[in-house]
Every structure is written in structure tokens, then in C-alpha cells.
């Protein structure tokens, strides 16, 4: 099966400082990669994704890198603000009929005012 | 658009009691949904994916006969943890699916279930 593989597990970065994580996986047959951010006490929110037909992807502060030869993906978060204090999730999903999603074991990010 | 919900939102039941716990999609039909647990300060473990009219698919060593699921509708699941233990005490989230979007495996999750066993 699929294994993801997240790191680091947690992440300390002054207020304004770009905050990166990384993430590989197994599996290349899964073709979408989407990040989740988890807030204490609160469901997952799906924040950025990218498929596997595409590079790179941004919105706003927040950006991700796919290399598909490589299997790996990385989560970029620019001029970070206390907000995006938060637990981080990637996954993979295998792609077919049977959906499934595998996350990796969380980045908890904290960001220092 | 795309609110998934659960009750209850938190569960404190006795030893060898069975709990039901209701995942609901409010405004869309969910072809698929599935079932997590995780554990405080750990990722997201799948348990199974529950498919509206057929036997939920249970990942490997998750008792089926422990963790029933049942799919009755393309809004409803349900989870019910049957002879609940305190090693069963952990944080349940559903999520469900839905066609015909951009981004065909986008996954709306529920606010989550904390069952306690006592």
C-alpha cells in the first residue's frame, strides 16, 4: 500500500519567515496530493492541492511542489503570521475507483510573534 | 457548500456499551465516506470506506465486528463501536465525497466525534 512519509514533525518560525514541509511517498500511482491544516480540537481543512500532471502550484502565501520522479511534494507557507499556527497534513491519494487517502504524520508548525 | 457533519460531538459511555455515531452530508450526495480515527497528536489512521448501499471495505486490523458501518443513504453513515473498551477512546472524523467536481478526490470532513470510554 501506500506510505507517506512527512517531515519535519514539528516546525518553530519567527513571524514574516517562510515555513517549509516536506512529504514523500510510495505509491506512483497516486496522482493527487492535497494538504490539510488542523487546528486544535478541529476537523482537517483542505487548504492547497496539486495533481500529478502539474508541478507547482500557488495561492496567496501558500504554495506546493510536486516531483513526480522523485515521489516527493513540499508545502510552502511565506510570510507566515501566528494564524497559520496549526497541526499541517499531506496526502496522497491512489487514483481508480476506490478512493483512498493516506496522510502523512503531521507537521505541527507554530509560529512565534 | 459542501458541510459534512457528525453527532454527537463528544460521547462519554461506560465499558461494554455500544455507541453509534452519525455522519451526515448537508448539502450534497456522498457516493463515498469514510471513516478515521486519530489519536492525540497523531495523523489520521483511515478505518473504512463506506460506499452508499454496499459492505463497508475495512483497512487492515480494524475488527469489523467491533466498528460497524453502515451506509444506508447517499447523506447518512453511521460508525458504531460495538463492546466499547477505554483503548476505543480516541478522536472519530468521517469525511465524504463527492462527484462531478474539479477535484474528484477532494474530501470534506466532519468536525469530528471524541468518544471517552470509561
Known amino acids: 500500500g501506500e506510505n507517506v512519509e512527512q517531515h519535519p514533525s514539528t516546525l518553530s518560525v519567527q513571524e514574516g519567515d517562510s515555513a517549509v514541509i516536506k512529504c514523500t511517498y510510495s505509491?506512483?500511482?497516486?496522482?493527487?496530493f492535497p494538504w490539510y491544516k488542523q487546528e486544535l480540537g478541529k476537523r482537517p481543512q483542505l487548504i492547497i492541492d496539486?495533481?500529478?500532471?502539474?508541478g507547482e502550484k500557488k495561492d496567496q502565501r501558500i504554495a506546493v511542489t510536486l516531483n513526480k520522479t522523485a515521489k516527493h511534494f513540499s508545502l510552502h507557507i511565506t510570510e507566515t503570521q501566528p494564524e497559520d499556527s496549526a497541526v499541517y497534513f499531506c496526502?496522497?491519494?491512489?487514483?481508480?475507483?476506490?478512493?483512498?487517502?493516506?496522510f502523512g504524520i503531521g507537521t505541527k508548525l507554530q509560529v512565534i510573534p | 457548500g459542501a458541510v459534512v457533519s457528525q453527532h454527537p460531538s463528544w460521547v462519554i459511555c461506560k465499558s461494554g456499551t455500544s455507541v453509534k455515531i452519525e455522519c451526515r452530508s448537508l448539502?450534497?450526495?456522498?457516493?463515498?465516506m469514510f471513516w478515521y480515527r486519530q489519536f492525540p497528536k497523531q495523523s489520521l489512521m483511515l478505518m473504512a470506506t463506506?460506499?452508499?448501499?454496499?459492505?463497508?471495505?475495512?483497512e487492515q486490523g480494524v475488527e469489523k465486528d467491533k466498528f460497524l458501518i453502515n451506509h444506508a443513504s447517499l447523506t447518512l453513515s453511521t460508525l458504531t463501536v460495538t463492546s466499547a473498551h477505554p483503548e476505543d477512546s480516541s478522536f472519530y472524523i468521517c469525511?465524504?465525497?463527492?462527484?462531478?467536481?474539479?477535484?474528484?478526490?477532494?474530501?470534506?470532513f466532519g468536525p469530528g466525534t471524541r468518544l471517552t470510554v470509561t
Open positions: 469525511s465524504a465525497t463527492r462527484p462531478g467536481l474539479a477535484v474528484a478526490y477532494e474530501q470534506y
Open positions: 505509491d506512483s500511482a497516486s496522482n493527487y
Open positions: 496539486i495533481r500529478s500532471n502539474v
Open positions: 496526502a496522497a491519494c491512489l487514483s481508480g475507483g476506490y478512493q483512498k487517502v493516506t
Open positions: 448539502d450534497f450526495q456522498a457516493t463515498t
Open positions: 463506506s460506499n452508499e448501499g454496499s459492505k463497508a471495505t475495512y
